[in-house]
């Protein structure tokens, strides 16, 4: 799997968009970008993915960087449950059997009011 | 937690016991995978299992043992041969197409 970088901690005021960089400079054309987010003592959970094309959903934006090497995960108003840390990963995507994702330690938002 | 179920929430051992954590999911779904979370670090595989009867060891599968008799149920046994099992355990299921893992909501183990 590519190796990815992480800011260890960032700071947000409520209400503001946070983007979180991640930096994957080995990913390869078939390893898609995924981000996940964990709140204190619970699970991690999915949040965005994307392989190369800019996605939006209910939670988040993903942009990825032309030549791939890097993604922002954008959250355009941030609130207080928005604090968490959050993974960012790369990974090959489907196929047949299983595969597995590596965790990191991720960045810690802090939203601030 | 989407059809993936961990129990208990908290979990106490004294040294030298054995205990089973468990993990149960309704969704049908193949793949299922034990972590172990340390304060401020990120999550390590323990074991996997991609089908019925079938398992693989993950990145720190010693101390620990797993069976899959059933494609619902993949209980994680915490041995006593398991040196610092006090952590937070995460088990999740792989989802269909794209879109990478569901996690439960974990056990906290605490050894006393």
């Known amino acids: 799997d590519a190796k990815t970088t992480q800011p260890p901690s960032m700071d947000c005021a409520e209400g503001r968009a946070a983007n979180l960089p991640c930096n994957h400079s080995?990913?390869?054309?078939?390893?898609?970008v995924y981000w996940y987010r964990q709140i204190h003592s619970q699970g991690p959970q999915y949040i965005i993915h994307?392989?190369?094309n800019n996605e939006t959903n209910e939670m988040a934006s993903l942009i990825i960087t032309e030549d791939r090497k890097s993604s922002t995960l954008i959250l355009p108003h941030a609130t207080l449950r928005d604090t968490a840390v959050y993974y960012c990963i790369v990974r090959v995507a489907g196929g047949a059997g299983s595969y597995q994702l590596t965790f990191g330690k991720g960045t810690k938002l802090s939203v601030i009011p | 937690d989407g059809g993936i179920t961990q129990s208990p929430k908290y979990l106490f051992r004294k040294e030298g016991q054995n205990v089973t954590l468990s993990c149960e999911q309704n969704l049908n779904h193949d793949a299922m995978y034990w972590y172990r979370q340390d304060p401020g670090q990120g999550l390590r595989l323990i074991y996997y299992s991609q089908i019925v009867n079938d398992f693989q060891k993950g990145d720190i599968a010693e101390g620990y043992s797993v069976s899959r008799e059933k494609k619902e149920s993949f209980p994680l046994t915490v041995t006593s041969a398991q040196k610092n099992p006090t952590a937070f355990y995460l088990c999740a299921i792989r989802g269909r197409g794209n879109y990478g893992y569901t996690f439960g909501s974990g056990t906290r183990l605490t050894v006393v």
């Open positions: 080995t990913i390869s054309g078939n390893e898609y």
């Open positions: 994307g392989l190369k």
